[in-house]
């Protein structure tokens, strides 16, 4: 167990700082306090920070680049500097570092060198997008990025079909078509819903609820822009369990004794959409 205390006085800190996703009025007071404070910002890239400290009137600052290719060497050099005594902060292109966004390395090196993280709320698509969606938020699956390979991509979506809770997705705008062709043509629900939010706290920020069979009628031309996708979770009640299989899948997860039993019933209830007690009573009826 590792605990640490993040607060202002701890001596070694790294402060992960979310950034406005479009609209730079988004930023908090405190992000500029602590922006304004540090001696060296770490980010993704450098041009973009530039331009977000120079409208901030942040300046003189040593700016580092951390990004996806170099994100392990430098991340090193991030952390001598915090062990030397320096303030710093890492902030990505937009919203929360680590949000499909670079960071993750760092706070890991961070975690291991004995230095606390604090992060710094802001802004975040993804949040954005399902409060807007008008979707069920009680409970929802934050998916990230689909692979932009085909068959990949198609593969994912296929083992997200039968999911039950909202999905959330990130998407590129120049991928935007054929993922969602392909998310209709996977879910085969037409009547499911799914909302688009688009240019999130921008000028042109606007959400297309609709469901999927108004996939094919979207106007891809005016589909600009960032975007997030919000999808209802499978709704019917009617999902084949192949008992075989699952059968099966608990005998095999069974000879690993290093598994325990509440932990393949956890897993597999997720899987096959089955309680866990179900699950449970499956196992030790196999076991006995
Ligand atoms: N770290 C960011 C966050 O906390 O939301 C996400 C960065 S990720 C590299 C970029 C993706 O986030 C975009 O492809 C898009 O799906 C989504 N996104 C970012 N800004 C957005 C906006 N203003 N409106 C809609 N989606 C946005």
């Known amino acids: 167990m590792i605990k640490r205390n993040s607060s202002y006085n701890s001596k070694y800190l790294l402060y992960l700082v979310a950034t406005p996703i479009g609209n730079l009025d988004d930023i908090t007071f405190r992000s500029l306090k602590i922006l304004n404070d540090a001696d060296i910002i770490a980010c993704e890239d450098t041009r973009n920070s530039a ?28 952390i001598e500097q915090i062990k030397l005594g320096k303030k710093v902060c890492y902030i990505s292109d937009a919203g929360y570092p680590i949000i499909s966004d670079p960071g993750f390395i760092l706070a890991k090196l961070c975690l291991e060198n004995d230095i606390a993280i604090s992060v710094i709320p802001g802004a975040n ?21 689909l692979n932009s390979n085909k068959v990949k991509r198609k ?65 891809y031309t005016t589909l600009k822009g960032e975007m ?15 008992h075989d299989e699952l059968i099966n899948e608990i005998k095999s997860l069974l000879k690993d004794e290093k598994l325990k039993n509440n932990e393949i019933a956890k897993s597999l209830s997720i899987k096959y959409h089955i309680s866990k007690n179900e699950i449970y009573d499956l196992i030790l009826s196999i076991k006995s």
């Open 228 to 242: 997030v996708i919000i999808i209802e979770g499978n709704k019917n009640n009617d999902i084949k369990i192949n």
């Open 155 to 219: 593969k994912q979506l296929e083992s997200l079909k039968d999911f039950k809770e909202t999905m959330i997705f990130y998407e590129a705008p120049h991928r935007i078509k054929d993922t969602l062709q392909d998310i209709k043509t996977v879910f085969k629900d037409d009547e499911r819903k799914i909302t688009i939010a688009r240019e999130l706290t921008k000028i042109h920020e606007e959400y297309i609820y609709m469901q999927l069979k108004d996939i094919d009628n979207l106007d």
């Open 125 to 145: 698509a993804l949040l954005n997008g399902l409060i807007g969606s008008n979707l069920p938020s009680d409970h929802f699956y934050f998916y990230g990025f």
């Open 51 to 78: 331009k977000l400290l120079n409208y901030f009137n942040i300046k003189n600052k040593k700016l580092v680049s951390i990004h996806e290719h170099n994100e392990s060497s430098n991340s090193l050099q991030i």
